[in-house]
């Protein structure tokens, strides 16, 4: 009897019986564009064995102009077509299903040669796109349906085709993008006519047995996007065309309200797709910001969908479901919605891969095989960096012994945790406990190591950390504190707070000062008024009129840096734009350029960039000015001639992050 009943109930879709009600959504990760198809098959045929009921691949595009860049993947010339097959292959023979996703871009497209309704250029792109006339609109509808036709023959069970998040079919749906006057544009009719035949034609080609999904934008999140008339009208006619099933798309790439960020609550948008159940005949999909299989249970008990997608969860663990099925949801490693390893490397044009599970994407690259001969291990530190080697050699079967001063594990998460839309980052502490008991890692807490502590092991990892670093600002009294005293509650922060460092830490440090209560991202009610989210029913496209309502910060928080750049500039690329409107929202001025004169009881003397003195008057500054890596048992042990693996914060503190702190310890493992 499984804990998750509606998870496991298998779904009839008429030619086809899926097992269970879990689908693996679209994720791009560079691998295609690599070139290099066995690390593609590899990557979804290890996620197939996983269990899941039906993947879809990452963006593929129809032709040149829809890509989303130049060289974008898809299914154009005959090597691409050997190549997918080895990719459809690999899936069946390990048991699983995929569907390809056709992703046309439209406006969307970074690339000259980009094609769109109208002529109007995205807020997003540099390229204004070129105006389609009546045979070039054909033409795309062509090349969409004989992608779908070339998915068929090299063996995919099924096709995406995407309509939501902004791109091409939806650029035809809203007046924004859509400002025709002929037969594709005016009336709601006529703008959907381009998405509607592309499912009809789509499923005629392919015949009755494939499975055709819909990826519908049901809230747009942009001014002048789709009433909830038609959206109901859209996902009845394309019932009609012929989709199998609809899938949930949340707001366009350009709406400046996050949807699937960690500070977005877990499935902060289901009740948009419940809105929808019982309108269509077909199974509706939804998705966004779930990641555990209880939420995805609640979210089909409760009737909010028939299937559940999850993308990025499948990159943190590719047996999520198997895990689930057989009771040990405990084990299944959390994805934090932190977008640091997957969508921001996308943005970087780097490979895809998972803060937690830096083997996503690298299944044959970085490869945990069993330890030939098991070793002692000894680990001092159990931050990120200790913990990801801890478990992954222990994992391969070495005997592994980690020590930490502390009286917890975690580290610097344990910080992390504390910040208000950071709080999946206790998932990830609670998960590295699990997998630390289920590989017997012996964990020695409360334990200062010393080199003599050290002596009887193999081989020897300090994973000792980073300490707060001292700017050196003359001081003359004041209320002077680290970020680390603050979040841990050690020190109470005034009224009047002014941050020094505007990196990660100064942006979370600020977050943390002008909240109270309860976080946000643990109340969908006021997250939803906090950044203007209403139901799309009474307004169109969700954005409720009054826009954003913040609560009101309880302090003045000023955050300063001393780069002549706008701060908050170096923060991930999908999410540093979510930082900044946040505490823009609260009324947090982020002032770049400065030096720090000097600190004393009215506050923080500085120098702006244009030589202007100035006292910010405070009654709290906290340092947020970053690391120095903590050697000092690296140095200790080096001292008595012991050969030691030096990682994490303390091998390199600049710019370290847990992304870089798991995948060393990972790498590191593997190699024992
Ligand atoms: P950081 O990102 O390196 O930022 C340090 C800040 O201190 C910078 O603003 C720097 O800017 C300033 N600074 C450096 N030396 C200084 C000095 N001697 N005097 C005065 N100011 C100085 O470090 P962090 O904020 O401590 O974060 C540590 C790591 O954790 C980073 O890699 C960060 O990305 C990561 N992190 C990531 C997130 C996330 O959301 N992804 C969140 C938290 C932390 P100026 O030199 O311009 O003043
Ligand atoms: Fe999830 Fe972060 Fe991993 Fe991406 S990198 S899959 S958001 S945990």
Known sequence: MTQYPHLFQPLDLGHVTLPNRILMGSMHTGLEELGDFNRVAAYYARRAEGGVALMVTGGMAPNREGGVMPGAAGLLSDKDMQNHGKVTQAVHDAGGRIAMQILHAGRYAYSPECVAPSPVKSPISPFPPAELDEDGIEKQIADIVEAARRARDVGYDGVEIMGSEGYFLNQFLVTHTNKRTDRWGGTYENRMRLPVDVVRRVRQAVGDDFIVIYRLSMIDLVPNGSTWDEVVQLAHAVEKAGASIINTGIGWHEARIPTIATSVPRRAFTWVTKKLMGAV????????????????????ADGSADMVSMARPFLADPDFVKKARTGRSKTIAPCIACNQACLDHTFEMKIASCLVNPQAAHETDLVYAPAAKPKKIGIVGAGPAGLSTAIIAAGRGHKVTLFDRADRIGGQLNLAKEIPGKEEFHGLVDWFATMLDETAVALRLGEEAKPGTLAGFDEIIIATGVTPRDPGIPTDGGHVVSYADILTGRETAGKRVAVVGAGGIGFDVSEFLTHEGQSPTENLEDWLQEWGVADPGDYRAGLAPDGPQPSPSPRKVSLFQRKAERPGKRLGKTTGW?????????????IGGVSYDRIDRAGLHITRQDGTVELVPCDTIVLCVGQESDRRLADACEAEGMKVHVIGGADFAAELDAKRAIDQGARLAASL
């Open 281 to 300: 005949h077909i199974p509706v999909i939804t998705s966004n910001r779930i990641n555990t299989p209880e939420t995805a249970e609640a979210v089909l």
């Open 578 to 590: 979510i930082h900044r409107a946040s505490l823009q929202m609260k009324g947090v001025q982020m």
